[in-house]
């Protein structure tokens, strides 16, 4: 009876084609800007955790340890993870742009809350909560962006938008170089006026995302077929009014039921039954990844002053060109994502990042390089793998159905941050405190030869992704009831 009545109730649309066949607008500018901000966000808080670090350990009222800024910080991506299996849950079953709303308030409130900690507890706890928002964030921005974004741009734009984050990272190091300047601000005013930055930005783009729509793919398997098509019919007024084009007609079809809300067992049964090779694709990525990123990334500013003698206050500075490469990797090399494919591209930028990181860990160890040319160096591989980062997240928000896709997101996140994001910043906050250079060296060459792990799963186990629409990866579940 309710397989019958899944088919009576099946919608026949083209909405999907209609959204891919469109031209790039300014309506896709402002869901890039609008949404795309979550990365900035991310960027910032991670950056300012960072550059931050030896100012929150000189502050006459937190006085953290080393050990304590390595905890800070994976408590932060504990965070991350809880809010983005909550929120992905969520924003499967309420859409894409409620979700993405409340995410951004509760980050708002979190990141204004850090600037009044009193003890480390205190900072840890609202340090948790604001990695909950980003990570919460996260889970609907990048469904919202796949399900709006023309296939043929798809990569490219998520990408550039994932690199954003380093935007992010160059805003937290330009401002700790001003608010951090102990002839400018006490010490212990410095870092506080610095996590306002967040809230700042965080209010602006709260009235932006006001002109951003519902996912019409969401609402079409929602059965609100009538909602989808208006969106739609407004989206493509606004694209043929700024753009001047008489749009093709959407010849693809597809047909779903309507009852797109998928359950636990459906979620689970997709990624070990139906694509299990995907799964296994998703966690190498996302895990060799996050743990290449966040050993390096949460202690970059301890490496800086332990073994270089980096003022605190000077951290920003060596910041920004580091932030610079990896923003410029994915905007540079996204396109070719499109256009030579998934598979190499992925594949090509995990093995280079890996292998230049093993040539730095040599010569850190060697005592050849200075703060300059180990920024230089840290520049140079990062260019390479914030691409491969950006990349994964990519390949887990286009291969799995519409209707598990902020879930799915989130789960890969939540996974791959487990096994190799939120005891790295601990370790290497371990290694770097001890000051033997050889520990640190066996470190950076654990992280290499885990990206040249992720290069081969994607030799083995890549999707070709490129130029595709979403239901053309992955057939909707409720499409595949429809058919039954």
Not at 407 to 420: D, P, Q
């Amino acid at each position: 009876m309710r397989g019958r009545a899944a088919v009576s109730a099946a919608i026949d649309t083209d909405i999907p084609a209609r959204l891919d066949r469109l031209p790039w607008s300014p309506f896709h500018w402002l869901v890039v800007v609008a949404l795309g901000i979550t990365w900035i966000l991310d960027g910032l808080e991670v950056t300012l955790a960072g550059s931050v670090a030896a100012a929150l350990q000189e502050s006459p009222v937190l006085r953290l340890d080393t050990a304590e800024v390595g905890a800070a910080a994976s408590i932060y991506l504990l965070g991350g993870i809880s809010g983005a299996v909550f929120f992905g849950w969520l924003t499967d079953r309420w859409g894409r742009k409620k979700l993405f709303n409340i995410t951004l308030g509760l980050y708002l409130l979190a990141t204004a809350a850090t600037a009044l900690s009193w003890n480390f507890w205190s900072f840890a706890l609202f340090r948790f909560f604001t990695g909950a928002g980003i990570g919460g964030e996260g889970t609907a921005i990048n469904s919202a962006i796949q399900e709006l974004i023309p296939a043929r741009f798809r990569g490219w734009t998520d990408l550039t938008i994932n690199g954003s984050f380093w935007v992010g990272a160059a805003l937290g190091a330009a401002g700790t170089i001003i608010l951090l300047n102990p002839r400018l601000l006490p010490p212990d005013w410095g870092w506080r006026s610095a996590f306002g930055i967040g809230a700042v930005l965080g209010l602006v783009i709260l009235y932006l995302r006001q002109f951003v729509p519902e996912s019409p793919r969401w609402l079409l398997i929602h059965g609100r077929p009538a909602e989808a098509d208006r969106i739609i019919a407004e989206i493509e007024s606004r694209v043929v009014t700024a753009t001047g084009t008489v749009l093709p007609r959407a010849l693809a079809r597809l047909r779903v039921s309507g009852r797109g809300r998928a359950t636990l067992a459906a979620v689970a049964r997709t990624l070990i039954r139906t694509h299990p090779r995907r799964t296994l694709l998703g966690l190498i990525l996302i895990t060799t990844q996050a743990f290449f990123y966040n050993a390096i990334f949460f202690t970059y500013a301890l490496v800086l002053t332990k073994f270089y003698d980096v003022a605190s206050s000077a951290v920003g500075r060596y910041m920004l060109p580091f932030a610079l490469g990896n923003f410029c990797g994915p905007l540079l090399l996204g396109r070719f994502f499109d256009s030579i494919g998934r598979k190499p591209m992925i594949s090509g930028t995990y093995a280079i990042s890996g292998l230049l990181l093993a040539a730095t860990a040599f010569l850190f160890g060697a005592g050849q390089l200075n703060a300059v040319t180990q920024t230089a160096a840290w520049t140079a591989i990062f260019f390479f793998a914030s691409a491969a980062a950006s990349a994964a997240y990519l390949t887990v928000s286009e291969c799995f159905p519409l209707e598990i896709r902020a879930l799915a997101i989130a789960l890969f996140y939540a996974a791959g941050t487990l096994l190799g994001g939120v005891a790295a910043p601990w370790i290497f906050g371990r290694l770097i405190e001890s000051g033997a250079r050889i520990e640190i060296v066996w470190g950076y060459l654990f992280g290499a030869v885990l990206m040249l792990v992720g290069a081969g799963g994607e030799l083995v186990l890549g999707i070709k992704a490129e130029r595709r629409s979403l239901e053309d990866v992955a057939t909707p579940l409720s499409a595949e009831e429809s058919a039954g």
